[in-house]
Structure formats: structure tokens, C-alpha cells
């Protein structure tokens, strides 16, 4: 079992810049592929980016790139994404996920086993 905790949501104003941490514990974090979701009312979840067990591979959806940036700290069993130049269609709740499939086939087509709860990004305009 994967627990997954999600931190450093909030309401920015748009332009700004928030952190968020996903911390996981319970199971061999190094070897998991993680993952970030957001999900606005009224629509579908979204994967926003993710990244390989090994660091090798980073994934985004178009309307992030070159904005946010995933990242993993094996130490510290976590993830982070660093999110810029937040425009106020990015509010949702942002959750982190966890796969333990054996190979990357991307943040869309990669079994995700374990979520977090969320955290609530709002950006104000």
C-alpha cells in the first residue's frame, strides 16, 4: 500500500508561482513513476505531467509546457511540480499519483496504482 500526501496549494493571483509536494510513503518510492493530475469543476481529470522511475523521462500536457516543471527527490520520497506564470484556467485540484509499472509508456498510457487526496490550486485574475 502507497500513501500519498499532497502540500503547497493556495490562492495566487494570476502571473504568480506556487510549489507544490506530493510525499509518498508505505512502499519503494525510487522505482515508482509519479505522476501530477489536476481536475477543474465540471470536467474530466487531467494529466498534467509526470516522471520516469529513473529520472530519464519527463512528460507534460501542452497547455503547461514551458511552464511548469516536474520534479523527484528519491531522498525525500517526493515530487514536486513548480508551477509559473499560473493563468487562472489552471485552477483545480492538482493530485499526485503512483505506478509501479514495470516500463514508461508516457503519463497518459501509464498504469497508475495509488492517488493522493488533492490540493486545491486556485488562480485568481
Known amino acids: 500500500q502507497v500513501q500519498l500526501v499532497e502540500s503547497g496549494g493556495g490562492l495566487v493571483q494570476a502571473g504568480g508561482s506556487l510549489r507544490l509536494a506530493c510525499t509518498a510513503s508505505g512502499r519503494t518510492f525510487g522505482n515508482a513513476h509519479m505522476g501530477w493530475f489536476r481536475q477543474a469543476p465540471g470536467k474530466e481529470r487531467e494529466a498534467v505531467a509526470a516522471i520516469s522511475r529513473s529520472d530519464t523521462y519527463t512528460a507534460y500536457t501542452d497547455s503547461v509546457k514551458g511552464r511548469f516543471t516536474i520534479s523527484r527527490d528519491n531522498a525525500k520520497n517526493t515530487i514536486y511540480l513548480q508551477m509559473n506564470s499560473l493563468k487562472p484556467e489552471d485552477t483545480a485540484v492538482y493530485s499526485c499519483?503512483?505506478?509501479?509499472?514495470?516500463?514508461?509508456?508516457?503519463?497518459?498510457?501509464?498504469?497508475?496504482?495509488?492517488w493522493g487526496q488533492g490540493t486545491q490550486v486556485t488562480v485568481s485574475s
Open positions: 499519483a503512483f505506478s509501479s509499472a514495470p516500463f514508461w509508456l508516457g503519463m497518459v498510457t501509464t498504469r497508475w496504482d495509488y
